[in-house]
């Protein structure tokens, strides 16, 4: 199970979040697995696992859509940064 989280930011962001921004668990003990996207996001918004396991997570600050591996490695952007 995936979760986002923008580090207590509120919108308005015109840097990245230098932690962690996407949180691995496992659903059925709730540890926590692994933890990336540091640097990546201003404000990450929404959050999305594809059929095939590509996450997509929107950045509301920066007006992308970023489609990343399941590793958190970027494959693709959609949206240009303001």
């Given at each position: 199970?995936?979760?986002s989280?923008?580090?207590?930011?509120t919108?308005g962001n015109?840097?990245?979040?230098?932690?962690?921004?996407i949180?691995?668990?496992?659903?059925?003990?709730?540890e926590?697995?692994?933890a990336?996207?540091?640097?990546?996001?201003?404000?990450?918004?929404?959050?999305e696992?594809?059929?095939?396991?590509?996450?997509?997570?929107?950045?509301?600050?920066?007006?992308?859509?970023?489609?990343?591996?399941?590793?958190g490695?970027?494959?693709?952007?959609?949206?240009?940064?303001?």
């Amino acid at each position: 199970m995936l979760v986002s989280h923008a580090a207590g930011r509120t919108s308005g962001n015109d840097a990245p979040i230098h932690e962690p921004t996407i949180l691995a668990f496992d659903p059925e003990t709730g540890e926590l697995l692994d933890a990336w996207g540091e640097g990546l996001f201003f404000y990450p918004h929404g959050i999305e696992v594809d059929r095939n396991d590509f996450v997509w997570v929107t950045d509301s600050e920066q007006n992308r859509v970023f489609k990343l591996s399941a590793e958190g490695d970027v494959v693709m952007t959609l949206g240009e940064a303001p």
